[in-house]
Every structure is written in structure tokens, then in C-alpha cells.
């Protein structure tokens, strides 16, 4: 399958929350839209949770900035069905330079859609939820991963998102 592009960051100073995917699926790749596939349920989780005001359309992923929110991914230029295809080295190296992005923009808050990738790199078991250290100074959140093939129940996966919204505005009440 012939990638349309690379998706492009949402990022820009100033943003209350950043999400980041591991890399992009072969759906996405194919349209250009950020969590296209059929399945995924990271737009309605956005707007169930309260972090939009209302359900937007893979299509409209550039709005999230009008919202506080930037999202990128580990593994730019590398579509696959699934994160079990990407290679251990591709996640370090990808996240070098999300800590460089990071370091660049200070996002309030950094929340990981699934814990499998940033749990290669850290090299421990997390659980999902507020973590106790921070990335690049700001607050880090790990999600249960949006895509329908987590087997976790939707009500449970949409519990972490709307304590994120809680958090988002917690730490901007604060600031």
C-alpha cells in the first residue's frame, strides 16, 4: 500500500496536551489523517471525555490545535498493521526525537494512546494512568491504546480519558 504522506506534527508552543501514537496504521497512512482507521475510537474518546466540544472527523485532525491539543508520533515514516511489526531501535531513535520536540514546544501535559511503546523504551512494566515522573518537564499520562484491538472494554478505555481531561485541567488551572 503507497503511503498518501507522512503525517504531519500538530505542534506548536503553549499546548495543554500533546498525545502521542507509536507510528501511524496503514489506514492513516493511506488517507493522511492521524487514528483514520474504522475501528479507532480516539475522536469520539476526545469528545466523550469533554476534551472536544464535539466529534471530530480524522479529516479535521488539524483542529486539535484550536483545542490546546498537538499530537505526533514515535515512528514518523513507518506505517505497519500493528506497533508488534516496528523494531526496538526505531522506538529509541523515534524517541529521541520526540524529546527534542518536546524540549522545543513544553506541552502541559503528555499523554502516550498505549503504554507498549514508551514501556520499550523505559524498560519497565507501567500501569496505565497519571505516571510519577515527568517528560521533558511536563506531566505524563499513559492511555490505553485507542485502536480496536486492544481487548479492553470501551467504558474502561474511555474512564482513562475522561481522568485525562480532569488532569488537562488540573495542571492548567495551576499554571
Not at 488517507?31 to 483514520?36: E, I, K, L
Not at 506505517?79 to 529509541?92: M, P
Not at 480519558?161 to 488551572?173: E, N
Request: net charge positive.
Amino acid at each position: 500500500m503507497a503511503l498518501k504522506n507522512v503525517l504531519q506534527d500538530y505542534l506548536q508552543p503553549g499546548l495543554d496536551l500533546v498525545f502521542v501514537g507509536f507510528n501511524p496504521s496503514l489506514k492513516s497512512a493511506e488517507v493522511g489523517y492521524y487514528y483514520a482507521g474504522r475501528n479507532n475510537q480516539f475522536w469520539p474518546f476526545l469528545n466523550e471525555s469533554g476534551l472536544t466540544d464535539r466529534l471530530l472527523k480524522p479529516e479535521e485532525d488539524h483542529l486539535l490545535l484550536d483545542y490546546g491539543i498537538g499530537v505526533t508520533d514515535i515512528v514518523k515514516g513507518r506505517a505497519t498493521r500493528g506497533i508488534g511489526d516496528l523494531k526496538g531501535d526505531e522506538y529509541v531513535d523515534g524517541f529521541d526525537v520526540l524529546n527534542k520536540k518536546l524540549r522545543k514546544y513544553k506541552p502541559r501535559v503528555v499523554c502516550f494512546n498505549g503504554k507498549s511503546g514508551y514501556v520499550k523504551v523505559v524498560k519497565e512494566k507501567r500501569d496505565y494512568g497519571l505516571q510519577d515522573e515527568r517528560l521533558d518537564g511536563a506531566v505524563l499520562f499513559l492511555a490505553p491504546s485507542t485502536s480496536g484491538a486492544l481487548p479492553m472494554p470501551r467504558v474502561e478505555k474511555l474512564a482513562y480519558y475522561v481522568a485525562l481531561k480532569s488532569l488537562v485541567d488540573d495542571v492548567k488551572g495551576k499554571a
